[in-house]
């Protein structure tokens, strides 16, 4: 293997084994919600978005996946994000519901 082989599967070991950080939501900053789909499964990651050192850094707030139901997996491509789009919405708000009234 070569060095960057070696420093890539270290680093690839590294995040697989260590807990992400988990922020709290700055309302005063941009969130960015980001959703992927699979045939098996949907999954979502909310971010606050600030500036340090005049480039954009993303903090992960939470993040949220359940798999599809028998039913969704006849849906096509764009039904199935829509779908997840408005499920995402819909889990993180309640996920967040007494930070977001507090």
Known sequence: ???????????????LTTAPLLLMPNFKLPL???????????????HKVQILNDKPVEGLICFISRQIKPTEARYGASQIE?????????????????????
């Open 32 to 46: 960015k919600l980001c959703i992927d789909t699979s045939g098996d499964g949907l999954g979502a990651a909310l």
């Open 82 to 102: 829509c779908l997840f789009l408005f499920w995402a919405l819909e889990n993180e708000i309640n996920s967040w519901k007494d930070v977001f009234l507090k």
């Open 1 to 15: 293997m070569t060095v960057d082989r070696v420093k890539a599967f270290e680093s690839l070991i590294q995040a």
